[in-house]
């Protein structure tokens, strides 16, 4: 079997082997191919004629994939994004150096020959056949073009780059033809411009504009000729001539270059040997491409804007339809990030939660009335190392966020209310919401198939001191379970199913809630920007908007920009006004007194409520302003952490309640990004108190104070979920995590993102 020579050569069999092919293809063209002085060419020997017409004659070259760039509403740019990082520019904006320096050392003769160099084949031909081996090649400036689309055309399929770069006699033949029409088609100039763009520099650099950038950190219109010689050099072999990494080798390259100008007349002898004198200047800037190198922190705001691309048909029928033309690039993404909302989300979760905790956090805020997401943040970054993450805990599993979001407890219960007010209960609704009590039966659900409550399941409160009556008011505030429970046997799970389809609450998978009466206490699993859109409804007076990160595109074809088309929020009545109003007034007392005290903002209206599900492994926050509307979720993505006796950003929790850690947060978070901005009011309704016996009060109240100290989270609904009647096996939890009782999940639980 021949072998390699040491240093990666030809062994003897492979010298001949390719001497004998470059020879037969200039047979081949000297036998069919005549080269008039015009450049076009004259064809004879009818059977190479014939043979040589059946090849394809047209070259589809595809857009030149570039970087795309990613910016928050103000125009700042967040990230840069590519398949391949390349700016094509026109020849005007390209060094006359780095013009001159690629055609003296790839194609001297480039402007005096037609679409091949007959002179160059049988001088190669010539050349190879005296030294024994393959020293000198035959393409032309515009075969290498040719063979550069086929490779730009083949992607990142490395069945089809094989296929583009084999080096057969048919592969030739078939450069050749198309290489005749580009000559024909663009002309020499244009082919120039278009080879500059296209050809890869190393380092990840695609085009002399990407490559002056990479190493000089300079536009190529900038190139001296000692740098022009540098890349014109690296071309050949990008690995081998890579100056990054082999001085030496890359400088030796750049001064044949340089004495190939002089050569040609491109420049004097006396300012080759001057620029060879001079040192390669290297200012390397390191690629910089990915989400993951987003600046403020929105690392994940733009993954979620990636997935958005990718996922709405808007921008192509199909996922790969799509894939194609982010993969394309060119594209300048105006999102709706709100740089003073997104710095003061990432600060407050810095503040409140460590990157080395066991448990995370995670923020979304959201325009009301718009859908505009202004702000995405968790407290551990992205990324692949420790205490770091590529999940987006903030959406759902199909945008790049966990297998089926995190049970919501509590803040599902406006949800509930606002169902009953729409069916005509009154806000002075009262139930007897004693301490503890089977689910009632039988429960109405849409199919009219009433739902039992065949395993005698119970539900209790927070604390024993909580027994009814309660009425609605209260029973919000206190978060009272019992309450809610009888409400929903009340009006039946249907209204609660219509009014969280109109909402657009699913879960976190992307299937719908489960009609059964558990869900109505949050024991399924919900994405942070799901509720927080729906929260945004009841501040915006009942209108649901579905959230959009994206505000406009213009994608780059050649030196044109062209306008996209983007998703816009759809925006539709999910309630009456008079509804919205009294939710946000029952939410308000939650806040001012309420499970959400610590949470609640001095200098606007404000309103929202608190979250906690079973063994405290979810807490939450979900709270809004007529302007602004936003989620809070702390706990550990793989559901395995109990928040008890726990250390969380460096404070002590025996237990952790909604209104405890991500109350503080949403605060701190609402009120950085509200900082200068209009302090609209809601539009409240008056809704009695309910008279209160003095006895149960004082009651309530030594057991609250026995209980823990007034920081606004007793009443939670912390340790309840357990053994819900809700369908499901009991077997998994999100993401296939032993979930026990928490979510009811599907069997085991599929693996991947959780």
Not at 123 to 131: C, I, L, T
Not at 626 to 650: F, Y
Request: some cysteine.
């Amino acid at each position: 079997m021949p072998k390699k020579r040491s240093g990666g050569g030809l062994s003897p069999t492979q010298q001949a082997a390719k001497f004998l092919g470059v020879s037969v293809l200039a047979g081949a063209v000297l036998a069919g191919i005549a080269l008039p002085a015009v450049g076009a060419l004259g064809l004879a020997a009818k059977g190479s004629v014939e043979s040589f017409d059946a090849l394809p004659t047209s070259l589809k070259t595809p857009p030149l994939s570039q970087r795309t760039t990613i910016l928050d509403a103000e125009g700042g740019t967040i990230a840069t994004v590519y398949s391949r990082d390349r700016t094509v520019v026109d020849l005007k904006d390209i060094s006359p150096y780095m013009q001159k320096a690629i055609v003296a050392i790839e194609d001297s003769r480039f402007y005096e020959h037609g679409a091949i160099d007959l002179k160059g084949v049988l001088r190669a031909v010539n050349k190879n056949a005296r030294s024994g081996e393959v020293s000198e090649g035959a393409s032309t400036l515009t075969q290498q073009y040719v063979k550069n689309v086929f490779v730009e055309e083949a992607g990142d399929d490395p069945t089809k780059v094989a296929q583009a770069t084999q080096q057969t006699i048919g592969r030739k033949i078939q450069e050749l033809k198309l290489a005749i029409q580009v000559e024909e088609e663009l002309g020499k100039k244009k082919i120039l411009e278009n080879y500059l763009n296209i050809t890869f520099f190393g380092q990840q650099a695609y085009g002399v504009e990407a490559a002056s950038q990479r190493y000089f950190s300079k536009h190529a219109k900038d190139l001296n000729v000692q740098e022009a010689a540098l890349l014109a050099g690296i071309v050949q072999s990008p690995s081998r001539y890579d100056p990054v990494n082999d001085e030496a080798e890359a400088t030796k390259r750049r001064n044949v270059v340089l004495n190939r100008m002089a050569q040609v007349g491109d420049i004097s002898p006396a300012e080759a040997e001057k620029a060879k004198k001079a040192p390669l200047g290297l200012k390397v800037s390191k690629p910089k491409n990915g989400c993951i190198t987003a600046v403020k922190n929105a690392s994940f705001f733009c993954d979620y804007v990636r997935e958005v691309f990718l996922s709405d048909e808007v921008f192509g029928k199909t996922r790969k339809d799509r894939a194609k033309v982010w993969n394309q690039g060119g594209l300048t993404i105006r999102t709706t990030l709100d740089p003073q909302a997104q710095a003061s989300v990432q600060q407050s979760l810095k503040d409140h939660v460590n990157q080395s905790d066991s448990v995370a956090a995670a923020s979304t805020l959201v325009e009301p009335g718009t859908g505009k997401v202004l702000a995405m943040g968790q407290s551990k970054p992205y990324g692949y190392g420790k205490n770091e993450t590529e999940i987006n805990y903030s959406v759902d599993h199909g945008l790049g966020g966990s297998n089926y979001g995190f049970p919501t407890g509590s803040t599902f219960k406006p949800f509930v209310a606002a169902a009953a007010l729409e069916e005509g209960r009154p806000p002075t609704q009262e139930y007897s919401s004693p301490y503890e009590m089977p689910y009632p039966e039988p429960v109405q659900t849409c199919s009219g198939k009433p739902w039992l409550n065949t395993a005698g399941e119970k539900v209790p409160n927070e604390s024993e001191s909580e027994v009814g009556p309660y009425r609605l008011k209260e029973a919000m505030a206190l978060s009272v379970n019992t309450y809610f429970v009888q409400m929903v046997a009340d009006i039946g799970l249907c209204p609660v199913m219509k009014m969280t389809d109109a909402l657009h609450v699913v879960q976190g998978s992307g299937e719908k809630l489960p009609e059964v009466p558990a869900v109505s206490l949050g024991s399924k699993g919900v994405a942070p920007l799901t509720m927080a859109s729906a929260y945004a409804a009841f501040a915006s007076r009942g209108m649901y908007c579905t959230p959009v990160a994206i505000e406009s595109i213009t994608q780059k074809i050649g030196n044109e920009q062209k306008p996209l088309d983007v998703p816009k929020s759809t925006c539709s009545r999910a309630m009456s006004e008079k509804t919205a109003d009294t939710v946000s007034t029952l939410l308000q007392g939650v806040v001012d007194s309420g499970t959400g005290k610590a949470a609640g903002l001095t200098d606007r209206d404000n309103a929202g409520k608190t979250g906690t599900t079973d063994e405290r492994k979810n807490a939450w926050f979900v709270g809004y302003t007529p302007n602004l509307s936003g989620a809070v979720w702390v706990g550990s993505a793989s559901q395995q952490v109990q928040m008890k006796d726990i250390t969380i950003g460096g404070q002590y929790h025996d237990l952790v309640f909604g209104g405890a850690v991500p109350g503080p947060i949403w605060k701190d978070a609402m009120t950085g990004a509200l900082s200068g901005k209009d302090s609209p009011s809601f539009n409240l309704v008056d809704i009695p108190d309910e008279k209160k016996d003095k006895d149960k009060d004082k009651n309530k109240d030594k057991g609250r104070d026995k209980k823990k100290p007034d920081d606004g989270s007793n009443g939670d609904d912390a340790g309840f979920i357990g053994g819900l009647p809700d369908g499901g096996t009991g077997n998994g939890g999100p993401g296939g995590f032993p979930g026990g009782n928490l979510i009811q999940g599907p069997g085991n639980g599929p693996g991947g993102r959780h």
